[in-house]
């Protein structure tokens, strides 16, 4: 059992009765989206020098919220590796569920303000 399963048993009397009763304990799920899965093939150092991205429903989420750099983005993304079924966070409901469009760099590229000179395109599916 995971820390953060056991946690929510301990501070949710639902969930500890549904563990007491059924013996089941809260899934842990992890945070996907095309999005996340791009900005997982760069580093969190070329992340960070990805200026001023837009986030538009052409990316899979709606709101047009502007982030300051991947890094920012990608940690609103996903705020941990692993999550809770119960767990709420912003960019869950703001992701527009039945995207499934396979993001490239250049579709990242057009909703930056500035791009680093150091991340060479690449290919389709090529990491970096």
């Not at 501070?11 to 900005?39: F, H, N």
């Not at 680093?116 to 290919?123: D, G, M, N, S």
Request: hydrophobic share 35%.
């Amino acid at each position: 059992m995971h820390s953060k399963q056991l946690q929510a048993i301990t501070q949710s009397p639902r969930l500890a009765m549904r563990y007491q009763l059924c013996g089941e304990v809260p899934k842990m799920m992890t945070p996907r989206s095309p999005l996340i899965d791009l900005l997982e093939t760069y580093t969190p150092h070329q992340r960070l020098r990805m200026i001023g991205i837009r986030v538009l429903p052409a990316l899979g989420y709606t709101g047009g919220l502007m982030f300051r750099n991947g890094e920012q983005l990608y940690r609103w993304l996903k705020p941990e590796p692993q999550m809770l079924e119960t767990d709420t966070w912003p960019a869950e409901s703001r992701r527009i569920k039945t995207f499934r469009k396979k993001l490239t760099e250049a579709d990242l590229r057009k909703h930056c303000q500035s791009w680093p000179e150091f991340i060479q395109t690449r290919k389709a599916g090529e990491k970096g």
